[in-house]
């Protein structure tokens, strides 16, 4: 019974921490920590609203620029992976989503040196490429390194759907 409870609670977990939260969160720290990055680099680097101003160049970070995506995705697989303590849940999760922020950060930088010291149009293609192939991968390249770390040998979803199949007698 354990199990079945557990499970609900995992269900749930999305539905509690939603989108939309994980959403204002990320781009609430992306927004600044971009902002202050930017000044190590140019000390007139300023903050109107969402709009960055740096070197004369103006960048507006929408929510997309924060990748709130990747990190729902991250929770997802983590509490749709059967046998994942919480302990280790939350630890998944915190440094999944920390080398998420990390590795974002440093692409928005470098989009916004690009766009300022090159053309749009070599911005416009990186900014592509990271959104089309890059991203797809980070959150499958950061699930299998931190499933290598913390020794994860449940499959997400498919863990729990093979336990409940076997548990409904079908294979007797």
């Given at each position: 019974?354990?199990?079945?409870?557990?499970?609900?609670?995992?269900?749930?977990?999305?539905?509690?921490?939603?989108?939309?939260?994980?959403?204002?969160?990320?781009?609430?720290?992306?927004?600044?920590?971009t902002h202050l990055t930017l000044k190590f680099f140019?000390?007139?680097?300023?903050?109107?609203?969402?709009f960055l101003s740096f070197n004369e160049t103006y960048?507006?970070?929408?929510?997309?620029?924060?990748?709130?995506?990747?990190?729902?995705?991250?929770?997802?697989?983590?509490?749709?992976?059967?046998?994942?303590?919480?302990?280790?849940?939350?630890?998944?999760?915190?440094?999944?989503?920390?080398?998420?922020?990390?590795?974002?950060?440093?692409?928005?930088?470098?989009?916004?040196?690009?766009?300022?010291?090159?053309?749009?149009?070599?911005?416009?293609?990186?900014?592509?490429?990271?959104?089309?192939?890059?991203?797809?991968?980070?959150?499958?390249?950061?699930?299998?390194?931190?499933?290598?770390?913390?020794?994860?040998?449940?499959?997400?979803?498919?863990?729990?759907?093979?336990?409940?199949?076997?548990?409904?007698?079908?294979?007797?």
């Open positions: 019974m354990n199990y079945y409870r557990n499970l609900i609670f995992r269900i749930l977990i999305p539905f509690i921490i939603s989108y939309e939260i994980i959403q204002e969160i990320a781009l609430y720290l992306t927004i600044n920590a140019n000390p007139n680097t300023f903050l109107i609203g969402d960048i507006k970070l929408i929510p997309a620029c924060a990748a709130a995506s990747a990190y729902f995705l991250l929770l997802f697989l983590t509490v749709f992976t059967k046998d994942i303590k919480l302990k280790t849940g939350l630890k998944i999760f915190f440094l999944g989503s920390l080398i998420i922020f990390i590795t974002n950060l440093l692409r928005i930088i470098l989009l916004v040196i690009v766009l300022d010291k090159f053309s749009y149009n070599l911005f416009n293609t990186l900014h592509l490429f990271f959104w089309s192939i890059i991203a797809s991968a980070l959150v499958a390249i950061i699930w299998i390194f931190l499933t290598k770390l913390y020794r994860i040998r449940s499959i997400p979803v498919y863990s729990d759907l093979k336990y409940l199949i076997k548990k409904t007698n079908l294979y007797k």
